[in-house]
């Protein structure tokens, strides 16, 4: 099946660093601290961790005299796929942020940075607000560039190639591609942004980004 587009999920709370490092994701690899973030002028850090099998962005405001307040966590998995197109990914699981910072840029800074270090990967069940993401926010970054994966139930990955054999890249704009990528949770939960297919008889598959060379 496609990645299936489901109405979005229950309320999460987010971890922050240390919280992350009791569940054995406790190596920060990379971090970034936005200074002057929004209306309200914040110091944003965001902490990249990993542990043997996955990972987190751990996105916390940071405030002096007082402990980091997490506002969003990005989980991802870890992939083994050596020697595949899906090699050194990492297969997003979860994205949220609470509601006030929500819309504000968080994600694609969160994206960007998993990005520098792995190949990036979209689960195979997104949200409307993840689906929406991928198409406009991934499909249309000046450094990325987004793949078209399947997932054979037996075999390796491969992309989707055009008539030339090149891999399709994936832009917001190809919404002739839209129906071989997404499906729907249900026939009749149309998409309001996404030509998502309503038929659920194709191979998996997931989106990949990665930063032009």
């Given at each position: 099946?496609?990645?299936?587009?489901?109405?979005d999920?229950?309320?999460?709370?987010?971890?922050?660093?240390?919280?992350?490092?009791?569940?054995?994701?406790?190596?920060?690899?990379?971090?970034?601290?936005?200074?002057?973030?929004?209306?309200?002028?914040?110091?944003v850090?965001?902490?990249?961790?990993?542990?043997?099998?996955?990972?987190?962005?751990?996105?916390?405001?940071?405030?002096e005299?007082?402990?980091?307040?997490?506002?969003?966590n990005?989980?991802?998995?870890?992939?083994?796929?050596?020697?595949?197109?899906?090699?050194?990914?990492a297969?997003?699981?979860?994205?949220?942020?609470?509601?006030?910072?929500?819309?504000?840029?968080?994600?694609?800074?969160?994206?960007?940075?998993?990005a520098?270090?792995?190949?990036?990967?979209s689960d195979?069940?997104?949200?409307?607000?993840?689906s929406?993401?991928?198409?406009?926010?991934?499909?249309?970054?000046?450094?990325?560039?987004v793949?078209?994966?399947?997932l054979?139930?037996?075999?390796?990955?491969?992309?989707?190639?055009?008539?030339?054999?090149?891999?399709?890249?994936?832009?917001?704009?190809?919404?002739?591609?839209?129906?071989?990528?997404?499906?729907?949770?249900?026939?009749?939960?149309?998409?309001?942004?996404?030509?998502?297919?309503?038929?659920?008889?194709?191979?998996?598959?997931?989106?990949?980004?990665?930063?032009?060379?």
């Amino acid at each position: 099946m496609c990645p299936t587009i489901i109405a979005d999920v229950h309320e999460k709370i987010p971890l922050s660093c240390s919280t992350l490092a009791e569940y054995e994701i406790n190596t920060i690899i990379d971090a970034k601290i936005i200074e002057n973030f929004g209306p309200n002028q914040l110091s944003v850090r965001f902490s990249l961790m990993e542990g043997e099998h996955c990972g987190a962005v751990s996105v916390e405001i940071i405030q002096e005299k007082s402990l980091p307040y997490p506002i969003g966590n990005v989980d991802f998995q870890k992939l083994s796929d050596s020697g595949t197109c899906l090699e050194k990914g990492a297969q997003i699981k979860s994205a949220y942020f609470i509601q006030d910072f929500r819309g504000l840029g968080l994600g694609i800074t969160v994206y960007e940075l998993i990005a520098k270090h792995y190949l990036l990967v979209s689960d195979t069940i997104q949200t409307h607000d993840g689906s929406t993401f991928w198409k406009f926010k991934l499909g249309d970054h000046d450094s990325l560039e987004v793949h078209i994966v399947y997932l054979p139930k037996s075999g390796i990955p491969y992309k989707m190639v055009d008539r030339n054999g090149k891999p399709e890249i994936y832009h917001y704009t190809r919404e002739e591609l839209e129906p071989k990528i997404w499906g729907l949770e249900s026939p009749d939960a149309v998409h309001q942004f996404i030509n998502a297919s309503s038929e659920d008889t194709r191979s998996n598959v997931v989106l990949t980004a990665t930063f032009r060379k």
